[in-house]
């Protein structure tokens, strides 16, 4: 198969499409951030076949010659490289600039310098803001309510304007908060999961707020997407989401997991983790309709069922003590 970079490749679905693609049968280069530990990410826990098949390249998306470098024979580039934490966007604005703008920015000029086949762009459903109809569908209006997501906006439309103006083989896929193994501990899921494991038979969670919706998707539900948008050639030029189509609160969920572990639940609301008032996106509920007309693609861990399901494997994997060690529950990380 024609060699296929993917950037973010040490992250948290990076790492997962990684595993898909050698899977495939793909050849694969993996982008991760340069650092002096020499440090994989994720790709550390990947199987010794996973590590042995793939092609390592350290750098960072903010290095035009670095990017030209890692883009330069490849046909197919899974562009996933980007500051996420929302809370850390209040504080560090400028770093989201340069890595998720201009990051975009080379790996779109790279590709059109270099004619590469296809560039599949991560987006956000952090874009759209608070619903204003619901379910939300492609052509809801942006409106971005952190500097994280307004410069998602700017990297997707960056993005979009070369296959515009170039005919860059783009396709901007808007994923709606994917959760599993090795996410974050800023994220809600991890961030319950962790303090229920480590509080014992406590119960005791701490929270910003818990009214909020989201459409949680599972992390191989939202890589086989990234995958079905890379070989659809009517893909080109859209943006298409990835979600569940099912909507639960934040509050609900915390319940769902403390459900499962079997401990009780006691939430206390810590104001370090709310988000600005005008900043919370109170809900995001995905129509994915056009993904699975477009793109042939329908999540497996879909509803209530899929969902519990999908908690039940990511639970399973943070309580394996090698991957419990990793986190720390007792400190907010943003």
Same mark, same amino acid.
């Given at each position: 198969m024609p060699k296929v970079l993917v950037t973010g490749a040490g992250g948290f679905i990076g790492s997962h499409l990684v595993e898909q693609l050698v899977g495939q049968g793909a050849d694969v280069r993996a982008f991760v951030e340069y650092n002096s530990l020499g440090?994989?990410?994720?790709?550390?826990?990947?199987?010794?076949?996973?590590?042995d098949s793939i092609e390592i390249f350290s750098g960072d998306v903010r290095d035009s010659h670095a990017v030209r470098q890692a883009v330069q024979g490849c046909h197919t580039v899974f562009h996933l490289a980007a500051l996420i934490g929302i809370p850390y966007s209040y504080l560090a604005p400028? !770093? +989201?600039?340069?890595?998720?703008? /201009?990051?975009?920015?080379?790996?779109?000029?790279?590709? *059109?310098?270099?004619?590469?086949?296809?560039?599949?762009?991560?987006?956000?459903s952090e874009v759209y803001g608070t619903a204003q109809r619901v379910p939300i569908d492609?052509?809801?209006?942006?409106?971005?309510?952190?500097?994280?997501?307004?410069?998602?906006?700017?990297?997707?439309?960056?993005?979009? !304007? +070369?296959?515009?103006?170039?005919? /860059?083989?783009?396709?901007?896929?808007?994923?709606?908060? *994917?959760?599993?193994?090795?996410?974050?501990?800023r994220a809600v899921i991890p961030t319950v999961i962790t303090q229920l494991a480590a509080g014992g038979q406590a119960g005791s969670v701490k929270l910003g707020a818990t009214q909020p919706t989201r459409d949680f998707t599972?992390?191989?539900?939202?890589?086989?997407?990234f995958r079905a948008a890379a070989a659809c050639d009517a893909a080109l030029g859209e943006v298409v989401n990835l979600g569940t189509n099912f909507e639960i609160s934040i509050g609900d969920t915390a319940s769902l997991i403390a459900e499962i572990m079997g401990i009780?639940?006691?939430?206390e609301t810590e104001d370090q983790r709310l988000r600005p008032d005008a900043s919370e996106v109170e809900r995001l509920w995905c129509d994915n309709s056009k993904a699975i007309d477009l793109?042939?693609?329908?999540?497996?861990?879909?509803?209530?069922t899929g969902f519990r399901?999908?908690?039940?494997e990511t639970i399973d994997w943070f309580l394996r003590d090698e991957n419990h060690a990793g986190y720390k529950a007792e400190i907010y990380n943003v």
């Open positions: 440090s994989w990410g994720w790709l550390e826990q990947s199987s010794a076949h996973v590590r400028e !770093s +989201y600039v340069d890595t998720n703008i /201009t990051g975009t920015l080379n790996i779109v000029q790279a590709a *059109t310098d270099f004619g590469v086949g296809r560039v599949v762009h991560t987006s956000t492609e052509d809801h209006p942006l409106n971005p309510q952190s500097p994280y997501a307004a410069t998602k906006v700017g990297a997707d439309q960056i993005a979009l !304007s +070369y296959y515009r103006s170039f005919g /860059t083989p783009v396709t901007v896929v808007r994923p709606f908060n *994917t959760y599993g193994p090795r996410q974050s501990a599972y992390v191989g539900d939202t890589v086989d997407g009780p639940l006691h939430i793109l042939g693609w329908a999540p497996a861990y879909s509803g209530y399901r999908g908690l039940s």
